[in-house]
């Protein structure tokens, strides 16, 4: 009688254990199968479409491109207008000087954000010279040139970095 209440007891602790066993869980994250008339399409997070291959590491650099999304600089262009009107007035007050310099950083941000990296090279230069302590530029300049090495590519030299890409409004 022990061993048949002993085996009762063991099949009764061992019966619940079996139902709490860890059930597949389904993927919440895959997306759900196209429907028969979707065609799958596969995206590519950095194209290299419109891009020349590789250089081979001969040291030669190639030479740099404009790239990047036209924005409108209208606001900007304006704002540096005025501040090198009001530097003209008075060359030598350095308050005109910084305005002008903090003028082409926000253009250069702005450029940078979209992605025209030679432009914005220029206005952070731009910057420097009106400017010399304004360390965000100068942190940009040389991030920007280090790019540009990496990519085994030449940066625009000093003051032939292009203009921003126009920009033209959808109508």
């Not at 291959?53 to 650099?61: D, E, I, M």
């Amino acid at each position: 009688m022990k061993m048949k209440n002993l085996t009762i007891l063991i099949v009764g602790l061992v019966l619940p254990a079996c139902n709490n066993a860890p059930q597949p869980i389904a993927n919440v994250n895959a997306a759900p199968a196209p429907q028969s008339t979707e065609k799958t399409q596969t995206v590519i997070a950095h194209t290299t479409e419109n891009q020349t291959a590789p250089v081979a590491n001969t040291g030669a650099k190639s030479k740099w491109t404009q790239s990047g999304d036209p924005i409108d600089t209208k606001a900007f262009d304006a704002e540096i207008a005025s501040a090198d009107k009001a530097l003209k007035s008075k060359p030598d007050d350095d308050a005109a000087k910084k305005a002008l310099g903090e003028a082409y950083y926000k253009r250069a941000v702005a450029l940078t954000d979209a992605r025209q990296y030679a432009s914005a090279l220029g206005d952070y230069r731009r910057t420097l010279k009106y400017d010399p302590d304004n360390e965000q530029a100068k942190t940009w300049v040389d991030q920007i040139i280090s790019i540009y090495d990496s990519m085994g590519r030449e940066s625009p030299p000093e003051g032939q970095e292009p203009p921003p890409l126009s920009y033209k409004p959808e109508k």
